[in-house]
């Protein structure tokens, strides 16, 4: 290889995968002195090749930046923040056995959730964590975002749900546990009553077990946010999903803006020392604005926890993703956060709203709320 035109002897092309080669050195030597010192003292093929490389960078972060919003409806690849594996463990298969055979449903299965490996595997501290989804797995609603099943008459509720879920929190050795639900509009009181008695249960064998309900609207019916409240339960969580804006297109015609910010608003009213919590999902379109009204809406309604992640297309039948929010667009809506008052906010791509790095700062921030002076 030459390093500088003055060396070379040869000009190399490639033309339909053939090499062909031209002396030049006739050419050469008509230059003048001062071309071929400039020649000499010109770029290398080193120095071709770095800058070719560093184009080549530059080309590609544009190219992934084009990729990252849908302006036609296509869909989306994923880009590479995104792409995760599942690692599977000892403490993963006892989760998943444990689950089986107490015929227990999982919003981590139910809902495709990336983060099921870390989870499910207890990460780096060895300790499992898992989402238990009560009232069966079948929901009466079909918001376009989720790929939980659904039906307008869903199979009766298991009298024996409380009791098997609080078995298997007690085998798994948990200190935190998350409990949400399918909505059951089939349910005169939504089924609040069989949340409110899972939590009962929970505390009954283990009374220091911090336990956070991510619960229904129950269609606005407060004395069922009431019922979940005098449970016992340490964490109020309620997802309001997304902006007001797109309530419509991304939840199901039951569920609104105005009456998921209520149950929030009134489960901190009852009980004004508890903790409330929610989610926002991004991906769908939002704007910047949209996004900052919904967080300043949520912190009036006294929620003090807030996490925010990317949206991700379950199924091709789903809600296309309409942006793939970067890294650095998630730490900006963290701080954001911060400055909005709010105790803790998650924010990252595959952050959820029953993520397990949450729970840690969540079992702190009780432990002094409850400490004495």
Known sequence: MFTSFSNARLLI?????????????????SLSGEQKERLANGPG?????????????????????????????????????????????????????????????????????PNIGECWGGGEDHVATATIMLM?????????????????????LDPLEPANTAEAIAEWGLDYVVLTSVDRDDIQDG??????????QIKKRNSSILVECLTPDFRGDLCSVERIVDSGLDVYAHNIETVRQLQQL????RANYDQSLSVLRHARKYLPSLVTKSSIMLGFGETDDQVRRTMEDL????????????????????????????????????????????????????VRSS???????IKNLLKQRRSPP
């Open 299 to 350: 912190r009036n309604a006294g929620v003090e926890c807030l996490t925010l992640g990317q949206y991700m297309q379950p199924t091709k039948r789903h809600l296309k993703v309409r942006e793939y929010i970067t890294p650095e667009k998630f730490k900006h809506w963290e701080t954001m956060g911060k400055s909005l008052g709010f105790a803790y906010t998650a924010s990252g791509p595959l």
């Open 250 to 253: 991304a939840r199901d015609h």
């Open 136 to 156: 069966g797995d079948t929901c009466t609603r079909g918001c376009r975002f989720c790929s939980v099943k659904t039906s307008r008459a869903p199979l009766p």
């Open 13 to 29: 092309r490639f033309r339909n995968g053939s090499l062909l080669c031209k002396r030049f050195s006739e050419n050469y030597s």
């Open 191 to 200: 089924g609040s009553a069989h949340f409110a008695e899972t939590v009962r």
């Open 355 to 361: 993520y397990k790095a949450g729970e840690f700062y």
């Open 45 to 113: 093929l080193e120095e071709f090749v770095e800058n070719s490389a560093k184009q080549l960078d530059a080309d590609s972060a544009i190219n992934l930046t084009n990729r990252l919003k849908s302006s036609n409806g296509e869909r989306l690849r994923l880009p590479p923040w995104l792409k995760t594996e599942i690692p599977i463990s000892k403490n993963y298969n006892k989760l998943k056995n444990t689950v089986r055979s107490l015929k227990l449903n999982t919003v981590c299965e139910e809902a495709r959730c």
